[in-house]
């Protein structure tokens, strides 16, 4: 089936079988081929400008700060002072944007694998390629998985901002890259990373979920509402070195102009329905007994 066919573009995938989201086109905008995948930009009737890649939406301007802000924030305030933060992917600048919202960040690192995905995003998107005005950000071209290699003990947050676990893209939901991610960060640090939809993927959240709990003090899964996303929902998986929970807020940022988040939502966001909760919650570690305990009660 065409997805641009007939006026709309229906986006079709082997995460989401027998769904799909439908979108009716104005103006197709670009349509091109990179390196590394179909890259596609059209004029919505209601959703405003909209980017597909490899047939999947990434972003409208209708609804794309919900994703923004809540993966960007989420991980950010639960930091009390971050100053040097890396963003793998993220190509749309959209994460950049937030990040920058964070006045006492220093540096600013972005690691993009496909250039043509920033170009596109700068000429159709410049309300979340503007992220890359900032003096702080440093651009690199090139694979993730790799500059992460690279890098020891780096990074206050590292942001994750992937497209679903298909193709390239697998491997950044595999324990490795979770592995090479905690070498990076400096002591207290934290991750965000994209975590796809509970309505969907809830036993690859559930091993997303327990690998990391191999590796981090605390991991949790937070979500947060977007209509142009499948089940109109996607999640976020946070991994914290620090003693606190992720799901309390240590800083407040709502004077920095935000649509979606705020502290109220921040805490919410990691409370989930009991189906969910059921399955992504970690096992409950029953309390030790000491021996003068166990004698007393033998008695």
């Given at each position: 089936?065409?997805?641009?066919?007939?006026?709309?573009?229906?986006e079709l995938?082997?995460m989401?079988?027998g769904?799909?989201?439908s979108?009716?086109?104005d103006?197709?905008?670009?349509q091109g081929?990179?390196?590394?995948q179909?890259v596609?930009?059209?004029?919505?009737?209601t959703y405003?400008?909209?980017?597909?890649l490899?047939g999947?939406?990434?972003?409208?301007?209708r609804?794309e700060?919900?994703?923004?802000?809540?993966?960007?924030?989420l991980?950010?305030?639960?930091h009390?002072?971050?100053k040097?933060v890396?963003v793998?992917g993220?190509g749309?600048?959209?994460?950049?944007?937030e990040v920058?919202?964070?006045?006492g960040v220093?540096?600013i690192v972005i690691?993009e694998i496909?250039?043509?995905v920033?170009e596109v995003?700068?000429?159709?998107?410049p309300?979340?390629?503007?992220?890359y005005?900032?003096?702080?950000v440093?651009?690199?071209?090139g694979d993730?998985?790799?500059?992460?290699e690279?890098?020891?003990n780096?990074?206050?947050?590292?942001?994750v901002?992937s497209?679903?676990?298909v193709g390239?893209?697998?491997?950044l939901?595999?324990?490795p890259?979770?592995?090479?991610m905690?070498n990076?960060l400096?002591?207290g640090?934290?991750?965000g990373?994209?975590g796809?939809c509970?309505w969907?993927?809830?036993?690859?959240?559930?091993?997303l979920l327990?690998?990391?709990?191999?590796i981090y003090?605390h991991?949790?899964?937070a979500?947060t509402?977007?209509?142009?996303?499948p089940?109109?929902q996607i999640g976020f998986?946070?991994c914290?070195l620090?003693d606190?929970?992720?799901?309390?807020?240590?800083?407040d940022?709502?004077?920095?102009?935000?649509?979606y988040?705020?502290?109220?939502?921040?805490k919410?966001?990691?409370?989930?329905p009991e189906?969910a909760?059921?399955v992504l919650?970690p096992?409950?570690?029953?309390p030790t007994?000491?021996?003068t305990?166990?004698?007393?009660?033998?008695?």
């Amino acid at each position: 089936m065409d997805k641009l066919g007939k006026g709309w573009f229906s986006e079709l995938g082997v995460m989401w079988p027998g769904q799909a989201m439908s979108i009716e086109v104005d103006e197709i905008l670009f349509q091109g081929r990179s390196d590394y995948q179909d890259v596609v930009a059209f004029k919505s009737k209601t959703y405003g400008n909209v980017m597909a890649l490899d047939g999947v939406i990434q972003c409208s301007e209708r609804d794309e700060f919900s994703y923004q802000e809540m993966l960007t924030h989420l991980t950010m305030c639960a930091h009390p002072d971050p100053k040097r933060v890396l963003v793998i992917g993220g190509g749309d600048g959209g994460v950049l944007r937030e990040v920058a919202k964070h006045r006492g960040v220093e540096k600013i690192v972005i690691c993009e694998i496909d250039k043509m995905v920033i170009e596109v995003s700068k000429k159709y998107l410049p309300h979340m390629a503007v992220g890359y005005d900032d003096p702080r950000v440093v651009v690199n071209i090139g694979d993730g998985c790799k500059f992460l290699e690279e890098s020891k003990n780096e990074y206050d947050i590292i942001i994750v901002d992937s497209s679903d676990p298909v193709g390239p893209a697998e491997v950044l939901f595999e324990k490795p890259f979770y592995v090479n991610m905690r070498n990076a960060l400096r002591p207290g640090g934290i991750v965000g990373t994209q975590g796809e939809c509970q309505w969907l993927h809830l036993e690859l959240i559930k091993r997303l979920l327990d690998q990391s709990r191999e590796i981090y003090n605390h991991v949790e899964y937070a979500y947060t509402t977007i209509p142009t996303y499948p089940c109109g929902q996607i999640g976020f998986v946070i991994c914290s070195l620090r003693d606190e929970r992720p799901s309390v807020p240590v800083r407040d940022i709502s004077n920095e102009n935000t649509r979606y988040y705020n502290q109220d939502v921040h805490k919410a966001a990691f409370v989930l329905p009991e189906f969910a909760r059921k399955v992504l919650s970690p096992p409950e570690r029953k309390p030790t007994t000491t021996t003068t305990e166990s004698s007393s009660q033998s008695k």
